[in-house]
């Protein structure tokens, strides 16, 4: 493909990927706001379901400004040359190759974020703050950035020295290479997640002797789920939000619950979420979902690798000869539909997994329990309970609230 031919695409791909997002999130935004469902009565009145909506409606119209501002500055960027112009003349200053890439990208970073700091700024010290869910002082937040940076050098520059350095000598052969390389960091972020990066931003503590621990160790011994392993989160110091995850495989396997949802559960509806939870591992949900992002991005390395020596890719971008730093820009945006289809399937699996974990829950503790813990927590966040079906079938990687309950809430049936 020739390099005018390769930036028409590229900005006919970035153009659609926009618009295409802003028509499914236009679509969302303008469904209705329903009536009280009678399985929520007890949880939000119409008062709470406008406020829920006016929510909506502020995040969307923030996204469309913060949306609107990146696709304008990339269609920009490619359009006028401006990624070949800083290799030109980074060129000028940098003649070794891994070098060369690595300032090309520190400059795209720290520029991009420098640029997304207003508006993250805004959104959590206006929107958040306003419905009553932003708990981050002004210290956190840049103390969170700082820490953001660190990781970013150590992990993401190591990764990329990798990468690069492959590149240069390995060939188009680079890509199982580094698949390997990443395999192995993801199963090692699996593993030490909590123990090594999640304190450097939040205080994990065991969970303290008494009923709820005790139930909870009771309930994973019955399931035959050996668990020592809990620890609380102090998410509050953040946010109001609640959460709850799992992580890591056999001895090293975590359940790390927020504060904010010890707050605001009863100690059934907290086993009934780690039911959830230990359902996802059970149905081996954690181990599939791994391995298909596995696959996933052995073929991305693969298809990359067919394009990373393409000189017409990087001369498309402004360039005056072949770089690997503008041959990767332009791959990454050439593949935004490849990637669109992929999360989707990701989240049609992801939905499902849901589906079958709550089956457990109810099957090995109690629906009831967790039926109210979700509508707990959807009243506490003013989700929206109403979405457009198409947002939910690109965006969703959990169901629905209303769709969770009406199968948690179905009388069992007895077969016997």
């Known amino acids: 493909m020739e390099p005018t031919f390769i930036k028409i695409l590229l900005l006919g791909i970035l153009t659609l990927s926009f618009l295409s997002g802003k028509i499914l999130s236009y679509l969302n935004i303008k469904r209705p706001v329903p009536s009280v469902p009678s399985s929520l009565s007890e949880y939000v009145d119409h008062d709470?379901?406008?406020?829920?909506?006016?929510?909506?409606?502020?995040?969307?119209?923030?996204?469309?400004v913060t949306s609107s501002f990146s696709f304008l500055l990339?269609?920009?960027?490619?359009?006028?040359?401006?990624?070949?112009?800083?290799?030109?003349?980074?060129?000028?200053?940098?003649?070794?190759?891994?070098?060369?890439?690595?300032?090309?990208?520190?400059?795209?970073?720290?520029?991009?974020?420098?640029?997304?700091?207003?508006?993250?700024?805004?959104q959590t010290f206006v929107i958040e703050e306003k419905y009553g869910f932003n708990k981050t002082s002004r210290g956190t937040y840049f103390s969170d950035k700082v820490k953001g940076y660190f990781l970013s050098i150590i992990i993401g520059g190591g990764l990329l020295v990798v990468l690069i350095g492959l590149v240069?000598?390995?060939?188009?052969?680079?890509?199982w290479q580094f698949w390997l390389v990443s395999i192995v960091f993801m199963v090692f972020v699996n593993l030490f997640y909590t123990a090594w990066i999640l304190p450097i931003f939040n205080k994990l503590t065991p969970l303290e002797d008494g009923e709820l621990k005790s139930r909870i160790v009771e309930y994973a011994h019955s399931v035959g789920f050996p668990l020592d392993n809990i620890f609380v989160i102090d998410g509050s110091k953040r946010s109001s939000k609640a959460n709850a995850f799992f992580s890591g495989f056999g001895k090293r396997k975590k359940v790390v619950l927020y504060d904010t949802l010890i707050d605001?559960?009863?100690?059934?509806?907290?086993?009934?979420?780690?039911?959830h939870e230990i359902g996802h591992y059970k149905k081996k949900h954690i181990i599939w979902s791994m391995l298909v992002s596995m696959v996933q991005v052995g073929i991305l390395l693969f298809i990359l690798s067919l394009f990373i020596f393409n000189e017409n890719m990087s001369l498309a971008l402004g360039g005056n000869t072949m770089a690997i730093h503008l041959n990767i820009i332009g791959f990454t945006m050439l593949l935004s539909p490849i990637s669109m289809v992929l999360g989707i399937g990701m989240n049609i699996l992801s939905r499902k997994n849901e589906f079958e974990a709550d089956a457990y829950a109810k099957e090995t503790f109690d629906g009831k329990p967790l039926a109210e813990a979700l509508k707990t927590l959807s009243a506490n966040t003013l989700s929206n309970i109403n979405p457009h079906p198409w947002y939910v079938f690109v965006n969703y990687s959990h169901p629905p609230l209303l769709q969770r309950l009406s199968r948690l809430e179905e009388p069992a049936v007895d077969y016997s």
């Open 168 to 175: 240069h000598q390995m060939g188009e052969s680079f890509w």
């Open 264 to 275: 605001q559960h009863t100690p059934d509806e907290l086993v009934a979420v780690l039911a």
């Open 74 to 122: 990339t269609f920009a960027f490619i359009y006028f040359g401006f990624f070949g112009w800083l290799d030109i003349w980074l060129r000028e200053l940098i003649q070794q190759p891994l070098l060369l890439s690595l300032v090309f990208f520190a400059i795209l970073f720290i520029g991009s974020d420098m640029l997304s700091i207003p508006f993250d700024y805004y």
């Open 48 to 64: 709470k379901l406008m406020k829920a909506k006016q929510y909506q409606k502020s995040n969307y119209s923030f996204g469309l």
